[in-house]
């Protein structure tokens, strides 16, 4: 028997990586962890290995669904040596196979961008072609990006079913709106609806959506489809799927099948399931477009059914591992209003199974829910301070991303940051450069600046090499990347002036701040007129002003030494002839000239609901750093919290003045 056979007798990674792929489908879970240590052993071993071996390798990982992301970082170097190996079928199963074991690397992107782009002259069939489409579309300039989608609509006619979905997912991705091509595909659909099977209707109907689609002829024909796939479906997670997207379809009038079909299912469905078919109806029903009488009475009912099956799966829940596998799609308003408690209680019973293994995606779910448990935060910490040396870098980061992000010390915090502080500056090579600025980033909003990191970082060999590979990743990721290096530069010149670190974010800032436009919400105007009557005049006060280092800040004022307010020279222009549009004040105009002896500048701050963990008064990381930065720049900062100034405490205009009063005349 094939599971019978030592794995030590493997000589050949040819024969080993061929084997994985054929007992992928039946191997237990301890043979395939020795497969996979057999695997690293190999790989490590052999410098020269052919890249066919490596994909098999992703092959196994993508067919076992495990993410394991060290041996998908040795296989990636196999690649890169092989690059020129390589051809466009290779590079686009690779993409493939990075996309589903969630592995990306800016380094194999910068040099198949180079390759493929060399190739395009020789992709003149449909299989090539869209090969080529689905791999470079997504990081391909403006030159290519045009030639690419002019070339998909000429070749459209001749697309397969299964390359038409190609596209339009490529498509998405590159958030295209190329109306020409879209009209193309759309018109090529037709001849292709009735030969996909059901998960592929519901990701096709998906990305029409995402590309705002307009063709109601090609959505009346995926509509009956779906209906058909609805009726005769059995599979609570299909059932789920095709509901949560005829919930997509523009115009839809619910029928009674769907409600029917839901309630069939809903007490065999996932929490994931449950989420999808909760966010349908409760979009249906604030709609209106239930079209049967008692609409709305039903809705209530299958949502308050639909909530004791989730209560209910949450009860029987013993094993920690299937409800984090569970979780790791839950998302939306049902699961954070009805379950979420429920679920993060139910983690704490289970937190004695917190394990090496687990650790991760529990530290996941966590940061999606926003939710501080102390009990299981420490929890983490511990199994990660006893499994330090077994982890990945990139396990720690994602860590201290979350005890970061929550604002949140752990027992003996210093010495567990130190700790993992120092594992992670032992090991940045496993770390892409742009991973570096957001790792930097994460240290920064918990207080940590380590040395070696920062020099690295704020490197000109090094900011070049990062400016390259962020032109192939995607626009989100490339936005964020460069969002946190400017974060990180402004919190090494403020809090560590010894690296002599110049500040080097003035031209994206203004760039930034230029092409958004503040609109001022009606509360914040409320909240001025109060503050303008508090102070003796509209002079007085200054809203939504943008400190050096471009911080934002929602009001401004200055009191003398006597607590007494100064006047700012210029006029700010009235909010009434704007319609609510500020032109912020420039950081370097005449408010900004020293104040008198003994004068302070004051920065109050309302803090929305976003400012703090889910169903706590805790502020998160990003809120207390600007605190901590504005308190540099010379403010003193006062905060103004949703909950106490929406509290029944200040219900009258008379309590929310003396509020503001106390808050800017009183002791801080």
Same mark, same amino acid.
């Given at each position: ?318 094993? %920690?591992?299937?409800? !984090? ?5 839950? =998302?939306? &308003?049902? @699961?954070?209003?009805? *379950?979420?408690?429920? /679920? ?57 991303? %979350?005890?970061?992000? !929550? ?5 003996? =915090?210093? &010495?567990? @940051?130190?700790?993992? *502080?120092?594992?992670? /500056? ?61 974060? !990180? ?9 010894? @690296? ?169």
């Amino acid at each position: 028997h094939v599971q019978c056979v030592s794995v030590k007798s493997f000589e050949f990674f040819r024969i080993l990586s061929v084997l994985m792929i054929s007992i992928s489908d039946v191997i237990s879970q301890s043979f395939r962890d020795r497969l996979l240590q057999k695997a690293e052993q190999l790989l490590e071993e052999k410098d020269e290995l052919h890249f066919n071996y490596a994909k098999r390798i992703l092959q196994f990982l993508q067919n076992v669904k495990l993410r394991y992301h060290p041996l998908v970082e040795k296989c990636n170097k196999i690649f890169l040596r092989s690059i020129s190996r390589l051809d466009v079928h290779s590079i686009s199963l690779i993409f493939g196979l990075y996309e589903q074991l969630g592995f990306d690397s800016a380094e194999f992107h910068l040099v198949a961008k180079q390759l493929l782009c060399e190739t395009m002259d020789d992709c003149y069939d449909p299989e090539t072609f869209v090969k080529l489409f689905f791999t470079l579309g997504p990081m391909a300039g403006s030159k290519v990006r045009e030639r690419l989608l002019l070339t998909a609509g000429h070749m459209a006619e001749e697309f397969s079913s299964h390359q038409v979905l190609v596209v339009l997912k490529t498509m998405q991705k590159m958030k295209c709106r190329n109306s020409h091509l879209l009209k193309k595909m759309a018109s090529v659909l037709h001849k292709h609806l009735d030969s996909y099977h059901v998960l592929q209707l519901v990701r096709l109907t998906q990305y029409l959506v995402a590309l705002h689609c307009n063709n109601l002829e090609l959505f009346a024909k995926l509509k009956l489809l779906l209906f058909g796939f609805l009726k005769s479906s059995v599979i609570p997670a299909d059932t789920a799927a095709i509901i949560r997207v005829l919930a997509m379809l523009p115009s839809f009038q619910v029928e009674e099948i769907i409600t029917t079909k839901a309630a069939a299912v809903l007490p065999q469905c996932r929490l994931h399931h449950l989420n999808c078919i909760a966010a349908a109806l409760v979009k249906w029903n604030h709609y209106d477009q239930f079209h049967w009488q008692n609409n709305s009475e039903l809705c209530v009912k299958l949502l308050q059914k639909l909530n004791d099956c989730g209560f209910q799966r949450l009860q029987k829940v013993d094993n %920690l591992n299937l409800l !984090l596998e569970e979780l790791r799609h839950v =998302n939306g &308003g049902w @699961f954070e209003e009805i *379950i979420k408690e429920e /679920t993060v209680a139910r983690c704490q019973l289970l937190a004695h199974q917190i394990t090496r293994a687990n650790v991760l995606p529990l530290s996941a779910f966590l940061l999606k829910t926003s939710d501080p448990c102390p009990s299981l935060l420490d929890r983490i910490a511990s199994v990660t301070a006893e499994s330090m040396d077994t982890m990945h870098p990139f396990e720690i980061y994602f860590i201290l991303f %979350l005890f970061s992000a !929550l604002n949140y010390d752990p027992p003996a =915090n210093e &010495g567990f @940051f130190d700790s993992c *502080i120092q594992h992670l /500056t032992s090991n940045l090579s496993f770390f892409e450069t742009h991973h570096l600025v957001l790792l930097g980033h994460v240290l920064a909003v918990a207080g940590y600046f380590p040395p070696v990191l920062i020099k690295r970082i704020f490197n000109v060999s090094f900011l070049s090499k990062l400016n390259a590979q962020l032109e192939v990743l995607p626009e989100t990721l490339k936005q964020k990347v460069r969002l946190h290096l400017m974060k !990180l530069n402004r919190a090494v010149c403020l809090e560590c002036p010894e @690296f002599h670190i110049p500040w080097f974010h003035e031209h994206y800032c203004q760039r930034v701040f230029q092409n958004s436009s503040s609109r001022i919400n009606p509360l914040r105007q409320h909240i001025h007129r109060m503050l303008a009557e508090i102070l003796g005049g509209s002079n007085y006060v200054r809203i939504s002003v943008l400190t050096p280092y471009y911080y934002e800040i929602d009001f401004e004022c200055i009191l003398d030494e006597n607590k007494k307010p100064l006047s700012y020279l210029a006029q700010r222009i009235p909010l009434d002839e704007v319609e609510g549009v500020h032109l912020r004040q420039d950081i370097n105009d005449k408010g900004r000239k020293a104040l008198p002896p003994g004068a302070q500048r004051i920065a109050l701050e309302f803090l929305d609901s976003k400012a703090f963990s889910k169903n706590s008064h805790h502020l998160k990381g990003e809120p207390a750093v600007k605190k901590r930065h504005l308190e540099m720049l010379g403010y003193q900062v006062v905060q103004i919290p949703h909950f106490e100034w929406n509290s029944m405490v200040l219900s009258t205009k008379g309590e929310q003045l003396e509020y503001l009063r106390k808050h800017l005349y009183g002791t801080q």
